[in-house]
Structure formats: C-alpha cells, structure tokens
T-cell receptor, first 111, second 110 residues
Framework: SQTIHQWPATLVQPVGSPLSLECTVE??????LYWYRQAAGRGLQLLFY??????ISSEVPQNLSASRPQDRQFILSSKKLLLSDSGFYLC??????????FGSGTRLTVV | RKEVEQDPGPFNVPEGATVAFNCTYS??????FFWYRQDCRKEPKLLMS???SGNEDGRFTAQLNRASQYISLLIRDSKLSDSATYLC???????????FGTGTKLQVIP
C-alpha cells in the first residue's frame, strides 16, 4: 500500500533562517506530488505541484521553492523565512482519480 | 465568487442528530467532487467521493446537484467522533488539480 512520510512534525525557526521540508512517498511510481499550506483558521492553499522529476509548477509567487530530485521525493525550501510563512505545511500525492493522500504535516512557526 | 464555498459553522448538534452540509462550486465544468475530514491539527483524510447518482457509506450520504452547482454531505445518527472539520473538494481544471473549500466545522455534543 502507498504511504507518505513528511518531516519534521513541528519546527520553530527565526525570521531570515532557511527552511527545508522533506516528503517521500512509498508504494507508487511517478506520483503527482503537492505542497499545500494551511494558515490558522483558513483553507488549504496550493503552493507547488509536480508531475515528474524536475517538473515543478508554482501556484503562488513567494519566497518558497520546491524541488523533486527523485521520483518519490518532494522538498519545500526557503532561503529566508518571513513571519508570514508560519502555517501548517502538508505534502500530498494523488491518484489518477484525484484522490489525495496527505502526509501528517509540518507545523512551522516563524519567530 | 470563490471557486468553492462552505459555511464555516460551527454546527453544534447533539449526539444522534442528523446534520447536513452544503458546498457550492462556481465552475460548471467540474467533474470530480469529494468530501474530506480534518481533525484538529491533523491532515485531511478522504471521507468519500461524490457521484452523480449520489452515494452512501454507512451513516454518511453524499449528493451532487449539478443544476444548482452544489454538493451535500448528510450525517445520520451523529457520534461524538464525527466532530471535525469537513472539507469540500472540487476539481478546478488543469491537470490533476483540485480546489479545497475552507471547511465546515462540526461539533457533536453529548
């Protein structure tokens, strides 16, 4: 069966520091991968999606970037965090039927 | 108009009650619809897909009304464990992309 791993679970980072969140998927090949952010009391905002290695589409211009160095690995990065980057970051993969499976999320607090 | 709109609630209902949520969508070309459940501080999890003919899974019934462009979720015999936020999801065009609603919060009280 397919599983998705995301880490770390929580993170407190100072403003201006770098960020790297990693997500890996097991049990499927060439998955569509996504990074979402959920601010407190708000809906899910799509940040990036990828349909294959090295293929990244950005939905929202910001100081975040994403990379997909391997088929089942998706990384979210920032060179310098802003206070507004705080939120709940979720990695997900989808099947052909558009059913999404999410990782357990990373709660990021920028201080 | 937002692509997907939901009443944020909260809906406070007693155990055993029946509760229904609606979700409206703006893209008449949307073909795929889902309900997800999100517990507090957890990731969303797929609850059920919504089919054109309507579908039922135990105490949960989902329906689609294309003419009025909304989907609904009915929960019968509410349990305390049903307390969560229910997210409506609609495919929004583009390759393998969907739009999530902001969710409706349900609180089942003893």
């Amino acid at each position: 069966s397919q599983t998705i791993h995301q880490w770390p679970a929580t993170l407190v980072q100072p403003v201006g520091s770098p960020l790297s969140l990693e997500c890996t998927v097991e049990g499927t090949s060439n998955p569509n991968l996504y990074w979402y952010r959920q601010a407190a009391g708000r809906g899910l905002q799509l940040l990036f999606y990828s349909v294959g290695i090295g293929q990244i589409s950005s939905e929202v211009p910001q100081n975040l970037s994403a990379s997909r160095p391997q088929d089942r690995q998706f990384i979210l990065s920032s060179k310098k965090l802003l206070l507004s980057d705080s939120g709940f970051y979720l990695c997900a993969w989808s099947s052909e039927l558009l059913r999404y499976t999410f990782g357990s999320g990373t709660r990021l607090t920028v201080v | 108009r937002k692509e997907v709109e939901q009443d944020p609630g909260p809906f406070n209902v007693p155990e055993g009650a029946t509760v229904a949520f609606n979700c409206t969508y703006s893209n008449s070309a949307s073909q795929s619809f889902f309900w997800y459940r999100q517990d507090c501080r957890k990731e969303p999890k797929l609850l059920m897909s919504v089919y054109s003919s309507g579908n039922e899974d135990g105490r949960f019934t989902a329906q689609l009304n294309r003419a009025s462009q909304y989907i609904s979720l009915l929960i019968r015999d509410s349990k305390l464990s049903d307390s969560a936020t229910y997210l409506c999801v609609v495919n929004s065009g583009g390759y393998q992309k969907v739009t999530f609603g902001t969710g409706t919060k349900l609180q089942v009280i003893p």
